[in-house]
């Protein structure tokens, strides 16, 4: 009678670690993404966060004005991201003159209104920048010259502002930028 041998077949390790999940080659597989991910990472983090803006840069990028000394006519200087900011606190006289200037007049048809937040539409702020060729207009200093229109005059061209910045004359193409602001409380704006 012959014996009977039982050999292990081959591959049944295999067959059986299948079955219950992971095998080895998987895990090793895993294992070797992830340092890879993390190598990437390790590499990439400081490639991005050195574009991030430094911290003066983002004191820079707000300005906070109080406005509640700033009288009806009168108007002030100050800086926003190494600019200059004008803001003027406009007389009911000066409203109604904005205010009664026809649109089709103007060649960059602004309102006053759209120049100023509601609820205060007699403080204007603009960037005191010529829209022609970026020099600091007058009419912010008492006895500065005005030009034409009672508000800001360029005299490195010649440009003509009315008392809500808008362009009048001369070869600016559009009105005194506005930026974007917004009250923090009765008496203080955050430009930016």
């Known amino acids: 009678m012959a014996e009977l041998r039982t050999e292990p077949t081959v591959g049944t390790t295999q067959e059986t670690d299948a079955k219950d999940g992971v095998r080895r080659r998987d895990f090793i597989d895993i294992a070797a993404l992830s340092a890879g991910g993390v190598g990437a990472l390790a590499v990439l983090y400081p490639l991005i966060s050195q574009m991030a803006p430094s911290e003066d840069v983002l004191a820079e990028s ?96 010649g440009s003509h502002y009315d008392v809500a910045g808008r362009i009048r004359k001369g070869p600016a193409p559009t009105n005194l930028l506005v930026p974007e602001y917004n009250f923090t409380s009765d008496t203080v704006i955050r430009v930016g």
Not at 62 to 73: K, L, N, Q, R
Not at 75 to 102: C, G, H, M, Y
Not at 123 to 146: D, K
């Open 62 to 157: 707000t300005t906070d004005v109080d406005v509640s000394a700033i009288e009806p006519g009168q108007a002030i200087k100050d800086v926003f991201r190494k600019q200059p900011l004008f803001i003027r606190r406009l007389t009911d006289a000066e409203i109604a003159e904005a205010n009664s200037t026809p649109i089709g007049a103007l060649r960059d048809p602004e309102t006053l209104d759209d120049r100023t937040l509601e609820g205060h539409r007699d403080l204007l702020v603009t960037m005191g920048v010529c829209t022609h060729l970026g020099c600091v207009p007058l009419g912010v200093a008492e006895g500065e010259n005005r030009g034409d229109y009672n508000g800001y005059f360029c005299p490195c061209h």
